[in-house]
C-alpha cells in the first residue's frame, strides 16, 4: 500500500473533534509510553497538550542524546538552478515571479563546492526548481560527479522523478532525498498548485517510496508550516516518516519542520505557526519516532535554533545561502530569506558551548 | 462489548491456546480444555508405533475446538509443507502450526527454513502459525509471506523459565500487525499474565499444564492469568515517573 | 517382495494390500492416516492398492503435541 492510499483512509477524519476530547490524562498516557501509536502523536500534538510542554521536552531530549548522542550534523545548501515551471503561490521561484534566472555552469559548481568544503562541510544539500528543460537529470547527474569530489554525501532536493531516475542518481552518488510535500491537505494542495508538474498530488507525494525502492539511503519529508492547520499537517508528516520507516525498514528517515519565510511575491502565510508550536511539532515527532531525524534549517532565527538544539534537532544547515552562485559573489534573488545567517565556524562554537558536538561528515559510501 | 480476535477468518474469545502432548492420561485433555476455556488446541503427527497401539489424540480433543496440528518433526520447510498437507488431507481443517526444528540441543526454530514453509502454506490456503526465534526482520518477512499470526518463543520449548525473550517480543507486538503469541517456556500463570499485558494477542502453553501437579486446577489458573493479563492491558497501565523533575526548563524561553 | 513401512524395511507376501496390511498389523483402522508413495489414500481406496516391490508406506496417527 502507497502513502497516498494511507492518507487516503484518514479522510473525513475529525480532527477538531479528536483535540477536543483530548485530555491532559491522554498527553500524560502518551508521555509514559515507549512506543507510540498515531493517535498517541495526534494527542501530543493537540492543544491540550501544550501544558506538558517541559514534560514532552525533557523525554524528547532524554531520547535524543539517547538514540543519537549530543551531536548536530551540520551541512549547507547548494542552489543549482532556480528556472521552474510551477506557479506554487507561496514560493519566490515561481514561475510567473521576474527574476534573474540562472543555472550553473560545470565551473560554477566546482568554484561554489571549494568555498563551501573549505569551510570543512562534507553534507551537502543540492537544489533546484522545476524544469526539465533546464535542469535535466543529466544535468544534476554531471554535478554530482563534480561534487563527489568536494563532499562524503549528496542529498538532492529537486523535482520528483520515476525510480529509475533515482537509481541513476544514486548509481551517480546520490545518497539522499529531501522533498517536500508542502501541503498533505489535498484540497489546500490543488490550491496553492495552479499550475506546473507540481499540481500532481499522488506523484510528488509518493516519490520517496520510489526513491527508498531505488536504494536511497536517507529521505527527508515535510510539510512547509503557514500554508495549512499546522497540527494535521504535522500529523501526516509523522505518518509520513512513519510509514516510510515501516515499510523500508533500512532507510534513515527524518523530517523537517520548515516556517515559511519572507520570499519574493509577498505571499502572506494562511497560518501563523509561532515558536511554541514548533516546538510543540519537533517533541511530539521525537516521541513518536525516537529515531526519526529532525532538520532545522536556517528560516530559523539563531536564538531559537540555540535552544532547539537540547529539543530534538538532529540536523542543522550553516552557511546558508539560497541563491544561485550566490556564495563565489553572484547577486540574484534567494529562494527565501534566511535568518540565521552563521558561518558554519560560528555554528560549531555554538554547539560546542552547548556541551555538543557538530558532525560534518557522518558517513561515506566505500 | 467481548474483547475477540480474528485469526484466519475465525473470530476468537479465548487467548489462551493449549498444547496436548505431556498429559500423563489423555483423559485430562478434554477437562484441561474446558477448564482453561483453549478454543485452539494444538496435536502432532507421527508415525505408529507397530509394536504399540496408541489411543487416537483427536477423540479427547472436544469438537468444537479448532484443532491445530503441528509440523514438528520437520527439520527443513519441505518436511513441514508435506506434514501440513497430510493433517490436512486427514480431515484437520487448515490451520497449522509450522515448527521446524534442527536443532536437537535447545530445540530451537529454524527461522530460515521457517519463512520458506509459511510461503509455501499460506499460498495454497493454509492458516499459517509459524512458531519463531523473536526477530523483528523474520517476523516481517514471516508476515509478508502471509502468516496469519507470529508465535515468538517466550523461552525454549519445555523449559518454564517464563519469558525470557521479554525485549525482543515486545518489539514484534510493537511492529508487526498481525497477533503475537507468546509460544513455549512460559512456566507460570504469572508469566503468561506479563505476556498479555505486554499486549500478546495470546498465549500457547503446553508443557507448564501438561506437567503441573494437578493439571486440570493448572489449566483453569493460566485461563485466569490469561484473562487478567489482558484486561491489565486494555485498562493501560497508569502513568511511572521515570525521571525526577529537573529544575532548569528546556522550555523556559518559550513566550508566544 | 520388500517395503518400506514407517521408514524400516518389511518383507511381505505378494499381493498384499494396504488395507491387508493394516489389518495385520492390528491397526484401529479409524484412527490412523496412511500416505502411500507420498500421497494420502483414502480408506475406502485401501482394499483397491496392492503393494509392489519398493513401495514406501506410512502409517501415521495424531498424538499430543505443543
Known amino acids: 500500500m502507497s502513502f497516498y492510499e494511507v492518507r487516503k483512509e484518514y479522510a473525513g477524519f475529525d480532527f477538531k473533534g479528536f483535540f477536543a476530547g483530548v485530555t491532559v490524562d491522554r498527553v500524560k498516557r502518551a508521555l509514559s509510553k515507549s512506543r507510540l501509536t498515531e493517535w498517541d502523536y495526534l494527542a501530543l500534538l493537540s492543544p491540550a497538550a501544550e501544558e506538558c510542554l517541559e514534560e514532552m521536552a525533557r523525554k524528547a531530549h532524554r531520547l535524543t542524546v539517547q538514540h543519537f548522542g549530543r551531536v548536530i550534523l551540520l551541512y549547507t545548501p547548494l542552489y543549482l538552478a532556480n528556472y521552474c515551471v510551477n506557479r506554487c503561490v507561496y514560493c519566490g521561484f515561481k514561475a510567473n515571479n521576474r527574476l534573474e534566472r540562472k543555472k550553473l555552469t560545470p565551473a560554477e559548481v566546482e568554484r561554489e563546492a571549494g568555498i563551501i568544503a573549505a569551510t570543512g562541510l562534507k553534507h551537502i544539500l543540492i537544489l533546484t526548481g522545476e524544469s526539465r528543460r533546464h535542469s535535466p537529470v543529466s544535468y544534476i547527474r554531471e554535478c554530482v560527479k563534480i561534487l563527489k569530489k568536494y563532499f562524503t554525501s549528496i542529498s538532492i532536493e529537486i523535482y520528483p522523478l520515476e525510480e529509475s531516475e533515482y537509481a541513476e542518481l544514486i548509481a551517480a552518488g546520490v545518497d539522499g532525498l529531501t522533498i517536500y510535500q508542502e501541503v498533505y491537505d489535498e484540497e489546500v494542495y490543488a490550491e496553492l498548485h495552479p499550475a506546473g508538474p507540481k499540481r500532481n498530488y499522488r506523484y510528488r507525494l509518493e516519490a520517496p517510496e520510489r526513491a527508498c525502492r531505488a536504494g536511497m539511503r536517507t529521505v527527508n519529508v515535510g510539510a512547509l508550516l503557514g500554508l495549512h492547520d499546522w497540527r494535521t499537517e504535522a500529523f501526516f508528516t509523522g505518518l509520513h516518516a512513519s510509514y516510510l520507516q515501516d515499510t523500508f525498514p533500512d532507510v534513515e528517515v527524518s523530517i523537517s519542520p520548515p516556517r515559511m519565510r519572507p520570499q519574493l511575491g509577498g505571499f502572506q502565510p494562511r497560518v501563523k505557526v509561532n515558536d511554541k508550536d514548533l516546538v510543540q511539532y519537533m517533541l511530539a515527532f521525537r516521541l513518536y519516532m525516537p529515531r526519526g531525524g529532525i532538520t532545522i534549517s536556517t528560516r530559523e532565527r539563531a536564538e531559537l535554533r540555540d535552544h532547539l538544539v537540547r529539543l530534538g534537532a538532529t540536523k542543522m544547515s550553516a552557511g546558508s545561502c539560497t541563491a544561485v552562485g550566490g556564495r563565489s559573489g553572484h547577486e540574484s534573488t534567494g529562494q527565501f530569506e534566511i535568518s540565521d545567517g552563521r558561518s558554519v565556524a560560528e555554528m560549531a562554537r555554538m554547539l560546542y558551548d552547548q556541551g555538543y558536538q557538530p558532525v560534518y561528515k557522518d558517513w561515506q559510501m566505500i | 462489548m467481548e474483547d475477540t480476535f480474528k485469526i484466519g477468518g475465525r473470530e476468537l474469545t479465548s487467548r489462551l491456546f493449549l498444547g496436548t502432548g505431556k498429559f500423563s492420561s489423555n483423559r485430562l485433555i478434554p477437562e484441561a480444555v474446558r477448564a482453561s476455556g483453549a478454543q485452539v488446541v494444538t496435536v502432532a503427527l507421527r508415525r505408529i508405533d507397530l509394536e504399540y497401539e496408541e489411543e487416537n489424540i483427536a477423540a479427547y480433543v472436544p469438537k468444537d475446538c479448532i484443532l491445530m496440528p503441528n509440523t514438528s518433526g520437520a527439520r527443513n520447510a519441505q518436511e513441514a509443507v508435506r506434514i501440513a498437507r497430510l493433517a490436512r488431507a486427514a480431515g484437520c481443517g487448515n490451520w497449522v502450526k509450522i515448527e521446524v526444528i534442527t536443532d536437537n540441543r535447545y530445540l530451537l526454530p529454524d527461522n530460515y527454513e521457517t519463512i520458506k514453509a509459511t510461503e509455501i502454506l499460506a499460498a495454497e490456503g493454509f492458516v499459517v502459525l509459524p512458531y519463531m526465534s523473536p526477530d523483528l526482520m523474520v517476523a516481517k518477512k514471516l508476515a509478508e509471506a502471509g502468516a496469519a499470526a507470529v508465535m515468538p518463543l517466550g523461552a525454549p520449548i519445555g523449559s518454564n523459565r517464563g519469558l525470557r525473550t521479554k525485549e525482543l517480543v515486545r518489539i514484534l507486538i510493537d511492529e508487526i500487525p498481525l497477533p503475537i503469541i507468546v509460544d513455549a517456556g512460559l512456566g507460570r500463570p504469572s508469566e503468561a499474565a506479563e505476556a498479555m499485558e505486554m499486549g500478546a494477542a495470546a498465549v500457547l502453553v503446553n508443557t507448564a499444564i501438561a506437567t503441573a501437579g494437578d493439571p486440570v486446577a493448572m489449566a483453569r489458573a493460566f485461563g485466569l492469568a490469561v484473562k487478567a493479563g489482558r484486561l491489565a492491558y486494555l485498562a493501560g497501565p497508569g502513568e511511572t515517573q521515570e525521571y525526577a523533575r529537573a529544575s532548569s526548563p528546556l522550555t523556559g524561553f518559550l513566550r508566544d | ?66
Open chain 3, 1 to 66: 517382495m520388500k517395503i518400506i513401512l514407517n521408514g524400516r524395511e518389511e518383507v511381505l507376501e505378494e499381493g498384499m494390500t494396504v488395507a491387508g496390511l493394516v489389518a495385520l498389523k492390528g491397526v484401529n483402522p479409524d484412527a490412523v492416516i496412511v500416505e502411500y508413495n507420498y500421497s494420502l489414500v483414502k480408506k475406502e481406496d485401501w482394499a483397491g492398492i496392492t503393494l509392489k516391490e519398493n513401495d514406501r508406506l506410512e502409517i501415521l496417527r495424531f498424538v499430543g503435541g505443543g
